[in-house]
C-alpha cells in the first residue's frame, strides 16, 4: 500500500470511497454528512497534513491531520475497506518518521474497532507502542509513539 503526502483530495475519489465504506466511516469519525466531513479535508495552516492511501493504482482512502513539532494528530479519514489502515500501517510509520514525527495522535469513538485498534498499537508493536489517551467531550485521541 502506497501512503503519501498530498496538497488536496480528488473529489470524486473521495465520493467513491466514502460511498464504498460510509457506515464505517460515520461509526468512526462520527460525521453522518459526507460534504462536512469533506469540508475537513481542506485547511491553509501550515501544519496541516493530508494523505492518501493507493493500492493496486487506485485511491483507497485519505487521512487528515496536523502536526505540532514531532506529534501528527490526525482526525478524519474515509477508506474504501476497514483494512485499509491495516494494509498501510508499515509505510504510515515510515513517512511519518520521515517527516520528523515521533508520535502519532489519532482521534477515535470510545469502543469502535478504530479506537481499540490504535490502543492496540495498530496490532504492530513493532512499530507503535501505546502511550495514552485523553478521554475528552467528542472523542478519545490515543497516542502512539513511533518506534
Known amino acids: ?8 483530495i480528488d473529489n470524486n475519489v473521495f465520493d467513491t470511497v466514502y460511498d464504498a465504506n460510509s457506515a464505517s466511516i460515520i461509526e468512526n469519525t462520527g460525521y453522518d454528512d459526507k460534504e462536512n466531513l469533506r469540508a ?3 485547511d491553509e495552516a501550515d501544519n496541516f497534513y493530508l494523505f492518501r492511501f493507493t493500492k493496486d493504482d ?20 474515509v477508506t474504501k475497506n476497514d483494512n485499509v489502515f491495516v494494509e498501510a500501517v508499515t509505510n504510515s510509520a515510515t513517512l511519518l518518521k520521515s517527516l520528523g514525527f515521533t508520535h502519532l495522535q489519532v482521534a477515535c469513538t470510545d469502543g469502535t474497532p478504530m479506537h481499540n485498534w490504535t490502543k492496540a ?6 512499530l507503535f ?6 478521554v475528552q467531550e467528542t472523542c478519545i485521541p490515543v497516542k502512539l509513539r513511533l518506534l
Open 129 to 134: 507502542q501505546y502511550e495514552s489517551e485523553e
Open 40 to 42: 475537513t479535508f481542506t
Open 121 to 126: 498499537s495498530c496490532n504492530r508493536t513493532d
Open 58 to 77: 487506485e485511491v483507497v482512502g485519505y487521512v487528515q491531520g496536523f502536526g505540532n513539532d514531532t506529534t501528527i494528530s490526525v482526525f478524519n479519514s
Open 1 to 8: 500500500m502506497l501512503v503519501e503526502r498530498i496538497t488536496e
